[in-house]
Nanobody
Framework: QVQLVESGGGLAQPGESLRLSCAAS????????MGWFRQDPGKEREAVSC???????YYATSVKGRFTVSRDNARNTVALQMDNLRPEDTATYYC??????????????????WGQGTRVTVSS
């Protein structure tokens, strides 16, 4: 079955960087679109960035120019490099997967498979 395991969260000061990684197993990773989402208690889950299996990329306006998504199909991993972090980036970050057939989307409701999340706290 699909398994997604996030890592790399933690505490950072404003302006610092963190790199999140998601290890995928149980499916043919190269055929799937992958996404990063975040959520804080009491708030809706929001899309951060998505990367397709054939070139599709999406970034939320709030992270464009600061975050970079990448995937390694040989290692079945997707990463989110987060630079110039801000306090408003504080959230639990989730990795998600969707079979990449007519799936160039970054809407959270479209993704059926999710990891457990990794917490990112940005504070001075």
């Amino acid at each position: 079955q699909v398994q997604l395991v996030e890592s790399g969260g933690g505490l950072a000061q404003p302006g610092e960087s963190l790199r999140l990684s998601c290890a995928a197993s149980g499916f043919t990773f190269a055929h799937y679109n992958m996404g990063w989402f975040r959520q804080d208690p009491g708030k809706e889950r929001e899309a951060v960035s998505c990367i397709g299996h054939s070139g599709f990329e999406y970034y939320a306006t709030s992270v464009k120019g600061r975050f970079t998504v990448s995937r390694d199909n040989a290692r079945n991993t997707v990463a989110l490099q987060m630079d110039n972090l801000r306090p408003e980036d504080t959230a639990t970050y989730y990795c998600a997967a969707i079979l990449g057939v007519n799936a160039d989307t970054c809407g959270p409701m479209a993704f059926p498979s999710w990891g457990q999340g990794t917490r990112v706290t940005v504070s001075s």
